[in-house]
């Protein structure tokens, strides 16, 4: 489906085709990840997309709590430097929280936290 057009698909691909650990995202990330799909792509694609996910085919889908994203914003100003989204804050205070130190992610944001290991490397 993103074969053609996505840098990152086939190492994606080969990293999840590996993987053997628990994957877990958020409704956040969920959220940010259909609205761009749906506007780089076909909607039928962010459709797809949606279904895995919200059926949870590709990870447990974790719905922030108001304390959660409490964190999150507690961690957004406090780094303007560094260009994280919202969601990128959203998904490092959760990561804190349950103790999550590998983001499966190509986004380049997650490489600059403290104590998060980005895969594929």
């Known amino acids: 489906m993103f074969a053609d057009v996505d ?3 086939a190492s994606a691909q080969r990293w999840i085709s590996s993987n ?5 995202t958020s409704d956040y990330v969920v959220d940010e990840a259909l ?8 909607r039928q694609t962010a459709l ?5 996910l919200f059926g949870q085919r590709l990870a447990e889908l974790h719905f922030l709590t108001g304390e959660e994203i ?3 914003w507690a961690i957004f100003p406090s780094h303007s430097d ?8 959203t998904s490092f205070a959760l990561m804190q929280k349950l103790g999550i130190s590998n983001a499966f992610a190509f986004d380049r944001h997650f490489s600059q936290m ?3 290991r980005r895969v594929p490397n």
């Open 82 to 89: 560094k260009g994280w989204s919202f969601t990128d804050c």
């Open 70 to 72: 409490g964190q999150g």
């Open 20 to 24: 053997n650990d628990h994957l877990l």
């Open 48 to 52: 797809d997309v949606g279904q895995a």
């Open 35 to 42: 609205t761009l799909i749906r506007a780089h792509y076909k």
């Open 7 to 9: 840098v990152h698909y």
């Open 114 to 116: 403290r104590g998060i």
